[in-house]
């Protein structure tokens, strides 16, 4: 990657960094140490992709998914990865979460494990995950 790709890439990783702030917020809050309800992971490892970390699972609510999805307007190549990482069941669940694109929403939740409301969740123009998501 040349170093023009390379500022292309960070400065829509903090454009789009930015805007996940503004529409988490009006949701919830933000907490590294799992007390919130969700952490925005600020550490911009060259993908096109930034990552949420759920710790609440009403964070999982479909209106959210789809205020993160309209940030991908003007990025298709872009990806925010929603990662289920509640406190406690890091080893009795399986890992699951969403992958919101601009065209898309691969849906990996496993609802044997979430409570019933949630399981109830669905999201436009979603489809389930594969191997090779």
Same mark, same amino acid.
């Given at each position: 990657?040349?170093?023009?790709?390379?500022?292309?890439? &960070?400065?829509?990783?903090?454009?789009?960094?930015? @805007? /996940?702030?503004?529409?988490?917020? *009006?949701? &919830?809050?933000?907490?590294?140490?799992? !007390?919130? $309800?969700?952490? /925005?992971?600020?550490? !911009?490892?060259? =993908?096109?992709? !930034?990552?949420?970390?759920? =710790? *609440?699972? =009403?964070?999982?609510?479909? #209106?959210?998914?789809?205020?993160?999805?309209?940030?991908?307007?003007?990025?298709?190549?872009?990806?925010?990865?929603?990662?289920?990482?509640?406190? &406690?069941? #890091?080893?009795?669940?399986?890992?699951?979460?969403?992958?919101?694109?601009? =065209?898309?929403?691969?849906? @990996?939740?496993?609802? #044997?494990?979430?409570?019933?409301?949630?399981?109830?969740?669905?999201?436009? $123009?979603? *489809?389930?995950?594969?191997?090779?998501?």
């Amino acid at each position: 990657m040349s170093d023009d790709d390379d500022d292309e890439q &960070g400065l829509a990783w903090e454009t789009l960094y930015d @805007g /996940i702030v503004d529409v988490l917020k *009006r949701f &919830g809050a933000d907490d590294p140490f799992g !007390n919130g $309800d969700y952490l /925005i992971v600020d550490d !911009n490892y060259g =993908h096109r992709r !930034n990552i949420v970390e759920i =710790h *609440r699972l =009403h964070m999982l609510r479909p #209106e959210i998914a789809t205020a993160l999805r309209a940030l991908l307007g003007d990025y298709p190549d872009w990806e925010i990865v929603v990662a289920v990482d509640i406190p &406690g069941t #890091e080893t009795a669940w399986p890992r699951m979460g969403l992958i919101i694109r601009k =065209h898309e929403i691969i849906d @990996g939740l496993q609802r #044997e494990f979430l409570p019933e409301d949630v399981r109830k969740f669905t999201y436009p $123009d979603s *489809r389930p995950g594969t191997g090779y998501d």
